[in-house]
């Protein structure tokens, strides 16, 4: 493999990495707000609670609990681990090229 494909490879890894980890970091952030009764009235809350539903649509509803701190925790924490794994092993496979 030349050195510039390597750099390149490398390069796209860590494009890869940042916006899994930034996409977690969110629901993750979510996560805490909604835990910790943040005011829904606020535009950050407003935010990042439209932009994690929006990342973790196809997982927060998912799971039936009755608490509701279990449903939010366990819909959008898969969604980021999911994320986050996804990401980093893609990344794990861009490196190898």
């Avoid at 796209?12 to 005011?39: E, G, P, Q, S, T």
């Avoid at 990342?55 to 994320?83: C, P």
């Amino acid at each position: 493999m030349s050195p510039v494909r390597a750099r390149r490879s490398n390069e796209a890894a860590k494009v890869v990495v940042v916006i899994a980890d930034v996409m977690a970091f969110i629901l993750v952030l979510w996560i805490l707000m909604d835990l910790l009764d943040a005011n829904r009235a606020n535009d950050l809350v407003q935010l990042v609670r439209d932009v994690a539903r929006w990342l973790a649509g196809w997982s927060h509803d998912l799971f039936t609990f009755d608490a509701r701190w279990a449903r939010v925790v366990a819909g959008y924490g898969l969604a980021a681990v999911v994320y986050l794994a996804a990401g980093h092993f893609l990344a794990g496979r861009l490196r190898r090229y």
